[in-house]
């Protein structure tokens, strides 16, 4: 039985996707629920699996080719049995290697050549057409005896003119490209400035000490973090500076009744945002396990595009990076973004002593358009005044 592989169906805010990588070429055996492509968008990455065992029989979108929403890309034959050689492969799947002549690769086959360094006319072709497949150079790379890397290094040297500086020019990934826009944008569109604050994170670190072992047994493993605190003294700031929780739509100014923090989270792809819906209702627990399951998930490229969409508000670390200080760039339509970071010892003057206190840097980037310097300055105090003293957060004052 045929059935036709089609694009997943984007959200609006998503116009288009592009095929970033074919794991399966046609003719090859593929399990049910097995991964066979990938559709990057200017968000997230996604996945579409085998529908059913068998293979795919032909593939119509190639690597690289833009996609609409559930626009068909290909087509699979349920119950067939693989051969792992390709069977049809379009122009558009495949690709020819300039170094290699005539030698037509897959473009599975071509990332295998070029990470192992192969000479593509070596490897023997049993697709369709003479096509290398990437079982081919697998199969070949079973069978080429592995030399020594000391060996190796004396009988292939590089050879680099003096003077000579080595270059490698790779396109920008398609999510890059769009982090990139949204930058520009937000500097380009906004009226963007920074206030700084520092925070004594003394009393935080004793309590995560005094109760890091029971929270993680009482939570079933959570752990207690830095970031659970943050985004309860932020969600409790935010609902005494409703400004700082707005958007801007047009002329209109949009006050949200809601709390949705962004927590940025790095990825190999890019920088990611996904989203707390309802922080205020959520945990300290809840808040801690989220952010870690975003955090894995992003690392997979398993985050939807739905839990990437929305948020009033942005929260970004990076002091898990060992910065100091620096000034966020905003995420629009929202109208501040908080930044941590490292907790550097200072000393620091108290009640006339002077003592060496684990200090950290927050800076708040707000909107000047709808957010005054004193509503900033205030707003980021509050955050300073709840981490300071915990007790706060749970009395609300």
Do not use: C
Request: a negative charge.
């Amino acid at each position: 039985m045929t059935i036709e592989l089609k694009a997943p169906t984007f959200p609006e805010s998503v116009a288009d996707g592009t095929i970033s990588t074919w794991h399966k070429q046609p003719g090859e055996a593929v399990t049910r629920d097995e991964l066979i492509v990938d559709i990057e968008t200017d968000k997230v990455v996604l996945e579409i699996v085998a529908p059913a065992d068998g293979a795919i029989s032909e593939i119509i979108k190639g690597e690289g080719d833009t996609v609409l929403s559930d626009e068909l890309i290909g087509h699979f034959e349920a119950g067939a049995a693989g051969s792992g050689a390709a069977a049809s492969v379009p122009a558009a799947a495949v690709s020819e290697s300039a170094p290699s002549g005539d030698v037509k690769l897959s473009p599975a086959a071509r990332s295998l050549i070029e990470e192992n360094n192969l000479d593509a006319s070596t490897v023997v072709a049993t697709g369709k057409g003479n096509l290398v497949t990437k079982e081919d150079v697998v199969n070949h790379l079973k069978q080429a005896p592995a030399a020594p890397a000391s060996k190796a290094a004396v009988a292939a040297p590089i050879n680099v003119a003096v003077g000579e500086q080595i270059e490698k020019r790779v396109p920008m990934t398609r999510m890059r490209k769009r982090i990139a826009e949204r930058l520009l944008d937000a500097t380009h569109s906004t009226a963007m400035l920074t206030t700084f604050n520092e925070v004594d994170m003394s009393p935080i670190m004793a309590m995560r000490k005094q109760y890091k072992d029971l929270f993680e047994k009482t939570h079933d493993g959570a752990r207690l973090g830095f970031m659970g605190f943050f985004v309860k003294a932020a969600t409790e700031a935010l609902k005494r500076f409703p400004a700082v929780n707005a958007s801007i739509d047009g002329d209109d100014v949009v006050y949200h009744g809601y709390q949705d923090i962004g927590v940025a989270v790095s990825s190999d792809k890019g920088l990611v945002v996904p989203v707390l819906r309802d922080a205020d209702n959520m945990s300290v627990a809840t808040v801690e396990s989220t952010i870690r399951d975003y955090g894995m998930r992003a690392q997979k490229g398993k985050l939807g595009i739905e839990e990437m969409q929305g948020g009033t508000f942005t929260i970004t670390n990076g002091g898990v990076f060992g910065s100091l200080l620096s000034t966020p760039i905003l995420n629009p339509p929202q109208t501040a973004i908080l930044g941590m970071h490292k907790i550097q010892e200072r000393p620091m003057a108290v009640n006339g002593e002077v003592k060496i206190l684990p200090m950290m840097y927050l800076a708040l980037s707000y909107d000047h358009r709808l957010i005054d310097g004193k509503e900033a300055v205030q707003f980021l105090v509050t955050i300073k005044d709840l981490l300071e003293d915990p007790a706060r957060i749970l009395l609300e004052i």
